[in-house]
């Protein structure tokens, strides 16, 4: 016999791990983390087209896989001063016993219930163990404003990549602005390192984000900076970046396992 699920089961399933989560938060013992979780990017932009606006929020936490059974999840302040969680997803391993948890929410101003945007306060939350870990800003929360754009809690990040139709690829990083003079570069392979090739990265003054524009560097001094990747050979392209400023250099390698990408076919 086939029996069919019904489609609102999995929200059903969402509800009850948050019901758990709650309780489980409920009883833990509160500690600030150390590493055992930490925020690494929040974006937040309002787009508006065709009379409607919306705002996209995303945040990419970094926590310690200290056990199977966790939960993570962002608490965020409300319009009305009441604190919301927020759940987050698993991404993928982020090397040395690490993972990449987010958060996506998007707010509309259409609809039957709209939403307004709104600039954003929060703190990150990890609950493992019978323990709370906290990432509160040393104790300030985080703030960021309701369209501007990414805030950085590391020096150097990609945030995307994209095939061209002729098989060029383009490459964006944002990077905190710590100096004027600086240098970033994306250092990519075709042939598994066999040989690689460098493409220098230029400075963008400005730049949409969805149907949102973005000023370069932004108010949390995030600067976005581009690279180009001519046409190559070869079906497989690994990518990391090297950014060089004030004597130091830094990188982002995708926590070690590099950046890669599938060739795009002729």
Do not use: C
Not at 181 to 197: E, I, M, P, Q, R
């Amino acid at each position: 016999m086939t029996t069919t699920t019904p489609a609102s089961a999995p929200r059903w399933r969402a509800l009850l791990a948050l019901v758990a989560a709650l309780a489980l938060g409920f009883t833990s013992t509160p500690a600030l983390a150390a590493d055992e979780v930490r925020l690494l990017k929040a974006v937040s932009t309002v787009s508006s087209r065709y009379g409607q606006s919306w705002q996209d929020v995303t945040y990419t936490l970094v926590v310690k896989n200290l056990a199977y059974e966790k939960f993570v999840y962002i608490q965020q302040k409300q319009p009305d001063s009441s604190w919301v969680l927020l759940p987050a997803y698993y991404v993928g391993p982020a090397g040395n016993g690490f993972e990449v948890w987010k958060v996506t929410k998007q707010y509309q101003s259409w609809g039957t219930d709209p939403q307004p945007s709104r600039d954003l306060e929060f703190v990150a939350r990890f609950v493992v163990g019978g323990t709370s870990y906290w990432d509160n800003n040393g104790g300030a929360n985080y703030l960021l404003g309701r369209n501007d754009g990414p805030l950085l809690r590391t020096n150097v990040l990609v945030d995307s990549s994209f095939w061209r139709d002729n098989g060029d690829l383009d490459v964006s990083v944002d990077v905190k602005n710590l100096a004027y003079a600086k240098n970033l570069t994306v250092v990519y392979t075709t042939d598994g390192w066999a040989t690689s090739h460098e493409a220098a990265a230029s400075y963008v003054s400005g730049y949409t984000y969805g149907y949102a524009y973005i000023q370069s560097p932004n108010v949390q001094g995030v600067e976005r900076w581009q690279a180009h990747l001519p046409a190559i050979s070869g079906n497989v392209l690994l990518f990391y970046v090297r950014y060089e400023v004030n004597g130091q250099t830094y990188w982002d390698s995708n926590f070690g396992y590099n950046y890669q990408h599938i060739h795009a076919a002729p």
